[in-house]
């Protein structure tokens, strides 16, 4: 019995085991500086910068110390480049959330939506970004003019499209700067505590967008 059914097994066919892929030297590296990132991320967002050391974030990232300096000289190098890193992230996280929006308000509640949800899913980001400030310079002003640079040319799409009035390019970057603190201290205040998240979010997303739309109208 035990013959015949092992005769009887149907075995896989041909083209259904797929050798792996070997990787080139730079795709090993670029997922090694990956993986680097995600550990230093992680270890920032519950430890916070100073208490960072290179140390906790090759055990996360699973490497011995000597390879972190195979692809940065310092820790500060590496913090440098982390939050403009994980803000591209959080950008290609953000972007197929608000794609087809009618207008820039559709846009913007989207948006603020997608950013939550975002933070929600990666809650240690918030610290990356708030202590970047005096730990990382560098990496917060980045972080804040890539984000300015296409949130200004998307209020400059809505002022061609007649959606928004009466600003100037130099006014639509102020106003970009505005609508990025208030989602940060939003949700500082509102959403950090996912109960209250749940029982306030509706009410705080309408209440901005009405001053959005009131203010830029």
């Known amino acids: 019995m035990g013959r015949t059914a092992k005769a009887t097994e149907k075995l896989p066919s041909k083209g259904t ?9 730079e795709e090993r590296s670029a997922d090694v500086r990956e993986a680097i990132f995600q550990a230093a991320a992680k270890v920032v967002g519950e430890y916070g910068y100073a208490n960072a050391s290179i140390s906790k974030i090759t055990e996360l990232a699973g490497f011995a110390q000597g390879t972190f300096y195979l ?3 310092s820790r500060q190098e590496l913090f440098d480049e982390l939050l403009p890193h994980v803000g591209a992230d959080m950008l290609r996280y953000i972007r197929p ?3 087809g ?3 820039i308000y559709e846009m913007e509640e989207r948006g603020i939506r997608a950013f939550f949800d975002y933070l929600n899913e990666n809650p240690g980001f918030i610290r990356v970004l708030n202590e970047a400030e005096t730990a990382a310079p560098i990496a917060h002003r980045k972080h804040y003019q890539v984000l300015a640079t296409k949130y200004v040319a998307a209020l400059e799409r809505a002022a061609r499209a007649g959606e928004i009035k009466n600003f100037d390019r ?3 970057e102020t106003v970009s700067y ?3 603190s208030a989602r940060s201290y939003l949700y500082m205040r509102y959403f950090k505590n996912r109960d209250q998240a ?20």
Do not use: C, H, W
């Not at 749940?198 to 109208?217: D, F, H, P």
């Open 17 to 25: 085991i797929r050798p792996r892929k070997r990787l080139t030297r």
């Open 71 to 73: 692809y940065f000289e």
């Open 97 to 99: 959330r608000v794609a």
């Open 101 to 103: 929006a009618k207008d």
């Open 170 to 172: 130099e006014e639509l």
């Open 178 to 180: 505005m609508m990025m």
């Open 198 to 217: 749940k029982k306030q979010s509706e009410k705080v997303i309408k209440a901005y967008m009405k001053v959005v739309k009131s203010g830029l109208n």
